[in-house]
């Protein structure tokens, strides 16, 4: 399974999986695009760093955790 690991440039914070920020499913790739395994909701590449709470762009890598 692929996932997002995001590190924050304000405050250092580094995530992985990243975690949808509206129900806290996990982000996955699945083909060509990126969706919230809880709600099948699409997600896009702006972050809220789950410790500080900046929004920010871009950061982040994929990781490919096993099953």
């Known amino acids: ?33 990126w969706i919230c395994n809880a709600c099948g909701a699409e997600i896009g590449d702006t972050f809220i760093c789950a410790k500080c709470g900046h929004e920010f762009k871009g950061n982040w890598v994929e990781v490919d955790i096993p099953l």
């Open 1 to 33: 399974m692929i996932v997002r690991k995001y590190t924050c440039p304000k405050c250092g914070y580094t995530k992985a999986p990243a975690t949808h920020k509206g129900c806290g499913g996990i982000v996955i790739k699945v083909g060509d695009k």
